[in-house]
């Protein structure tokens, strides 16, 4: 049976080699120097460099050459599996506005394309950016945490079963509340960075850690989504996965007294023995602050009742909610399995259906798409979220072990699931108006449509004022 890749891996395919190129170029010729390794160095070498997950460095002309054709062949893949960088958002629909977009305009790829066509020519020495400094790539991303924990340590056999369970508790040590700004979760292991790896995702060993942090002994676990009862959930990890920057109006509470429980893990050999643990780095927002928005309820998609069938492509997973607050989705997180291709995330308001995204998926990458402040769904009560899921079971999707079986809901990568992980804040009447106020500041006429704001040009609540008397009468 063919392994199923677990975790995120970054390649490309091995290119065939180019035909000797010029090493300086002429007027209006792309070249490596000038034109190529900007690119590369601001969405390509933070895998690709010596110490990095990718399977090669792309920090020189000599290590890029090589490669030049299978980089023109990835990049030009558009939104899907096996597309560098692994940014899957279809850019001719939807909401275009996200945090940290490492994806390359229309323009740099037919760049990258141009340079390799013409030979792949290296340019002047003296266009060549400044390298960029790989010694500090074991820092935090968030900046230096002011609160690390870390999880037990483990060992995971060279070769073994996919394995499941529980980690324990571990306190977090804080005497008072602190709202968290920042969350970033790393693996610590002893694989050696530069070495090669024998398999898929040969770095690691962790799968991903569904975690939350709890006060021993309170009640209220069922309101772990809120602080309530000192129980907050936190955004699972899985590798590759980005880190957490929480909005500014949307802290999440780590409670005085409480620990993380590490309910969920899921570990893979990886073809050597690997001695590994995790550390979870919190920053916190300034002592007093209080959150002005407090978390929504909503969850999209299906984990249980599935039905995928064989050799089977555009098979599709459909998931509704009405939601019961006004709403502003924060992040967008397809989760699928090895047959999952594509999902999309609609908002139906009366007789408008709102396509607010739609992304390719690859099993092999793990992505959330965290929306700029002033692009992000603001959603009324009463809208319908629509939450669609597209499969493949065929030869076509590499994905899958084995294209002829049948498969339902789990945990394993050969059963599936079909959830939107992102999550998002619930607004007042009140801080409704006030989100959608600035929006219509921000168009210039009504020629301008927001597409995740669906009433923005809806006249303005009047306030009507209280009559006290009246109220006292009655």
């Known amino acids: 049976m063919r392994l199923v890749p677990l975790i995120p891996v970054v390649g490309f395919a091995l290119a065939i080699s180019t035909p000797a190129a010029a090493q300086s170029g002429s007027p209006g010729e792309v070249t490596f120097t000038r034109d190529i390794a900007p690119i590369l160095q601001r969405s390509c070498q933070q895998c690709h460099n010596a110490a990095g997950v990718a399977p090669m460095p792309l920090t020189s002309y000599e290590e890029v050459r090589p490669w030049s054709r299978a980089i023109k062949t990835r990049t030009g893949l558009g939104p899907r599996a096996g597309v560098m960088p692994p940014f899957f958002v279809e850019r001719n629909i939807g909401i275009q506005h996200f945090k940290n977009n490492p994806s390359l305009s229309e323009a740099e790829i037919a760049l990258i394309a141009k340079w390799v066509d013409a030979g792949a020519p290296r340019g ?18 968030i900046g230096e945490p002011d609160l690390v924990l ?8 060279a070769v073994g079963p996919d394995k499941w369970g529980s980690l324990g508790t571990v306190p977090t040590g804080l005497k008072e509340d602190r709202y968290v700004s920042a969350l970033e979760v790393r693996e610590i292991n002893d694989i050696p960075k530069n070495g090669p790896t024998k398999t898929v995702g040969g770095r690691y060993v962790w ?9 021993p002994g309170a009640t209220a676990a069922a309101g772990a989504d809120d602080g309530a009862g000192g129980g907050t959930s936190w955004p699972i990890h899985e590798v590759g996965r980005n880190a957490d920057i929480f909005p500014p109006e949307a802290g999440r509470l780590l409670a005085a007294n409480s620990s993380l429980n590490l309910s969920a893990y899921h570990l893979h050999s990886n073809g050597r023995e690997t001695k590994a643990h995790l550390e979870f780095g919190f920053k916190f927002f300034p002592k007093g602050y209080e959150p002005k928005y407090k978390r929504s309820t909503l969850r999209l998609g299906n984990g249980v009742d599935m039905d995928v069938k064989p050799n ?9 909610a009405v939601l019961q ?3 502003k989705i924060i992040a967008f997180e397809p989760h699928l399995h090895a047959p999952g291709v594509r999902m999309c995330l609609e908002a139906i308001w009366g007789q408008n259906i709102i396509t607010l995204n739609c992304v390719g998926y690859d099993h092999n990458w793990v992505k959330q798409y965290v929306y700029d402040d002033d692009a992000a769904p603001l959603l009324p009560k009463g809208t319908i979220v629509h939450l669609i899921g597209f499969l493949d079971t065929t030869p076509a999707n590499k994905n899958p072990a084995d294209p002829r079986n049948w498969a339902g809901g789990g945990r394993r990568s050969i059963a599936n699931m079909f959830i939107d992980l992102g999550y998002s804040v619930a607004l007042t009447e009140e801080q ?12 210039k006429s009504r020629n301008q449509f927001d597409i995740g704001c669906p009433l923005c040009w809806a006249p303005a609540l009047s306030k009507t004022p209280t009559n006290t008397g009246a109220a006292n009468q009655q």
């Open 124 to 141: 002047n020495a003296a266009d060549m950016p400044p390298p960029r400094d790989f010694a500090n790539a074991d820092k935090w991303s």
């Open 325 to 327: 607050e006004h709403t």
């Open 312 to 320: 089977t492509a555009n098979q599709e997973l459909h998931s509704y």
């Open 207 to 215: 799968h991903h850690m569904t975690y939350s942090s709890e006060v």
């Open 432 to 443: 409704f108006q006030e989100a959608m106020e600035k929006r219509r500041q921000n168009m």
């Open 150 to 157: 870390r999880s037990p340590e483990i060992v995971v056999p």
